[in-house]
């Protein structure tokens, strides 16, 4: 199927690794052009060198600075003069539970993850001329909290209420707004989580078998539906929740 994306031009935030690396690597192979970001400097420029340097740009941006969305949508109208949609991804916020998580670790993550998501999401918006399409990465926790997780828990059923709101405002622009909802992909960060238990492998093991595909997802299983829900393809789809995680959210 051609996802009608090729020459089109994408900001991908948090994608110098996991989900947001596997879309990006997905939409530079279906012709499209990215401007990644993340936090680290040397992490985005490798991730935007190994797409290509000739349809990838890389930027160091900090979700959390009320400047960084302005300067990436810049970074796109600058190198190719369009911006057709966004990928809208953060790091997840520090493992947890809600009678421990302290007070500035709520605020600082609802500073990058929810605000940080606003701010990418209204420029976004604001930059797309002939239409365009946004997606929110959350988690399933969206429809099942996660077990110590609690700031993500409780700040990502949030954003998935953004994202219908944003789909109800910006409908009659042209610019379709869906949110994806992610479960246990191979990932840095599903590694990270599961070190954070007494035994990682057993911690794995117990998800998988939770799962009804029985395995964790692999990076591009979730990056070629996230390319799809962003492309042309997908034009009367928005202010959607979809789900990509092997079956194991139990909600319908």
């Known amino acids: 199927m051609d996802l009608g994306v090729r020459d089109r031009v994408f900001l991908l935030s948090g994608a110098s ?51 960084s969305a302005e300067r990436l949508v810049a970074t796109a109208m600058a190198k190719w003069g369009r911006l057709d949609g966004a990928l809208i991804s953060v790091g997840g916020p520090a493992p947890g539970t809600a009678m421990d998580a302290q007070d500035e670790q709520w605020r600082s993550a609802f500073e990058s993850v929810f605000l940080g998501g606003l701010r990418l999401a209204r420029s976004v918006a604001a930059a797309c001329r002939d239409g365009g399409s946004i997606a929110f990465v959350l988690s399933s926790s969206v429809r099942a909290p996660i077990p110590g997780l609690a700031i993500s828990n409780g700040l990502r059923p949030g954003l998935a209420g953004l994202a219908k709101t944003l789909a109800d405002e910006l409908g009659p622009a042209g610019v379709r707004v869906n949110a994806l909802l992610p ?49 042309p393809v997908a034009s009367y789809m928005t202010g959607t929740t979809v789900s990509v995680d092997g079956g194991a959210t139990r909600a319908i």
Not at 29 to 54: D, F, K
Not at 207 to 221: K, N, T, V
Request: glycine residues 8%.
């Open 183 to 231: 479960g246990s992909f191979d990932t840095e960060r599903t590694r990270e989580i599961a070190d954070q238990s007494p035994d990682p492998e057993a911690y794995r093991r117990r998800r998988e078998a939770e799962i009804p595909l029985r395995r964790y997802g692999a990076p591009l299983e979730f990056g070629r539906v996230a390319a799809f829900v962003l492309a």
């Open 17 to 67: 690794r996991g989900l947001g690396r596997a879309a990006a690597e997905v939409l530079v192979a279906e012709g499209a052009y990215v401007v990644i970001s993340a936090r680290s400097e040397e992490g985005v420029q490798r991730a935007a060198a190994s797409l290509g340097t000739a349809r990838a740009v890389g930027v160091a941006a900090d979700n959390a600075e009320p400047a």
